[in-house]
């Protein structure tokens, strides 16, 4: 099943950093940096830099994206934000069930899977965040978690042409403890056969599934270089572009980062 050639994506997700003018110089600083050889970059901005980032990132190779988004196309939901309103300020993709959002914002599986739908529909691309705790690990139940947040966040969901798994396991984030690539590639193998056999296989081997969690230019080419491993969900990474370029780069034997 890995014979399959998938492209290779490379997302910063920028969490609560940047402001407006941040944002737009980033992109800016960031986009002639990018060649066709390089894998995808998409960039999931606070809401208030949608638009101008996407406007920044118009005839670059960069895209832009979203952290989250409510389940309901509209109503009367204070604070919130629709995909279709997303879509309006230029974002393409958005995050979902992130592990940050599911612990602080009580988030549940059921909640995340109807977001999941409706960013589907409104013609959002998906980053859906998966992934175990410390005590989940230490206690073998990795697998089941996996199986059980795929399962129910991907309920009723049979496109998943649109749709991209990421595996951030809560304890490689912002820790500085990158799981190992042999970890990682562990968990995206049992993924992508999970959903082979509840999905088919050719899903299975079209789905991007990308590892996040203290990714650094250090490590991104080891992590890249794994057989089920087609990107990188980067966080503190992604905030310089100096430090996200090199990432992107991971292939190029000037970046320096790589000889360590
Ligand atoms: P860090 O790269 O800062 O560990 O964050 C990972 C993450 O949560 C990306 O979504």
Redesign the pocket.
């Given at each position: 099943m890995n014979e399959m050639k998938r492209s290779k994506i490379v997302i910063g997700?920028w969490k609560m950093y940047k402001t407006i003018e941040e944002s737009v110089a980033f992109v800016e600083e960031l986009s002639p940096l990018i060649s066709d050889q390089d894998p995808m970059v998409y960039l999931a901005v606070p809401f208030t830099s949608i638009k101008p980032a996407s406007e920044a990132a118009k005839d670059t190779q960069i895209v832009i994206g979203a952290q989250n988004m409510n389940d309901a196309s509209e109503g009367a939901f204070t604070g919130e934000v629709a995909g279709q309103m997303l879509v309006n300020a230029g974002a393409k993709f958005v995050i979902l069930g992130?592990s940050e959002r599911r612990i602080f914002f009580k988030e549940t599986n059921e909640f995340i899977n109807k977001k999941v739908k409706r960013a589907l529909e409104e013609g959002l691309r998906v980053v859906l965040c998966i992934g175990e705790n410390l005590t989940e690990r230490e206690e073998g139940k990795t697998h089941s978690v996996l199986e059980t947040q795929i399962k129910e966040c991907l309920a009723d969901v049979n496109q998943l042409e649109n749709v991209i798994l990421a595996y951030?396991p809560i304890w490689?984030?912002?820790s500085h403890q990158t799981a190992t690539p042999e970890i990682a590639q562990e968990a995206h193998f049992f993924c992508r056969e999970f959903i082979a056999q509840n999905w088919n296989q050719e899903q299975a081997n079209q789905l991007m599934i990308q590892y996040?969690?203290?990714?650094k230019p250090e490590n991104a080419k080891a992590l890249l270089e794994q057989p089920d491993i087609d990107g990188l969900?980067?966080?503190?990474?992604s905030l310089s572009v100096e430090v996200f370029s090199k990432i992107i780069h991971y292939q190029s034997d000037l970046n320096l980062g790589n000889h360590l």
């Open positions: 997700n992130h951030e490689a984030i912002g996040g969690g203290s990714v969900l980067v966080g503190g990474a």
